[in-house]
């Protein structure tokens, strides 16, 4: 039976593919899964975790990996973006350009890089200049905890 490729079809366009290999979900959904109960059920922390969830519902806008939501004040003071080592930069990049162009009240963003398992954090005021750590001072967390390799 002939299958054409899915390029072919009319409705699959190239911005509509999303890259996420088991690898990168993998480490999404631990992240989730340890902070979810925290909020959920514990009530620990006060931002509650969304994977893959726009910044903005009004408007077409980034979607980091997992965000950390204030629902009180609707805003997202933590993202966290997964990489690969050849994504590492540009996710960097797109973790500090939000963070510095406070549109969306980010003010902690973290990139974990799943290949060498390095964390980088980087905050609000950090002038580009990111850190290697994985301990949130929002949270008082160390998310590295929920990484089960």
């Known amino acids: 039976m002939y299958k054409p490729p899915l390029s072919s079809l009319p409705f699959i366009a190239e911005e509509m593919s ?12 631990m992240l989730n899964s340890g902070l979810g ?16 969830t726009m910044l903005n ?18 805003t997202t003071p933590i993202i966290i973006e997964v990489c690969h080592s050849e994504g590492r930069r540009k996710d960097l990049k ?41 301990l949130s001072l929002l949270l008082n967390l160390d998310l590295n905890q929920f990484i089960v390799v």
């Open 57 to 74: 519902e009004g408007e077409a806008s980034p979607v980091p990996d997992l965000i950390l939501y204030d629902n009180q004040t609707q």
């Open 37 to 52: 109960p925290l909020y959920y059920r514990e009530h620990s922390i006060l931002l509650e975790p969304l994977p893959e």
């Open 94 to 134: 797109k973790v500090i350009s939000l963070i510095d162009a406070d549109e969306y009240g980010i003010q902690e963003g973290f990139v974990y890089n799943y290949f060498t398992k390095e964390w980088y954090r980087y905050h609000q005021g950090g002038g580009g200049l990111t850190e290697s750590s994985s």
């Open 18 to 29: 999303i890259y996420g290999p088991k690898a990168h979900q993998r480490i999404i959904s």
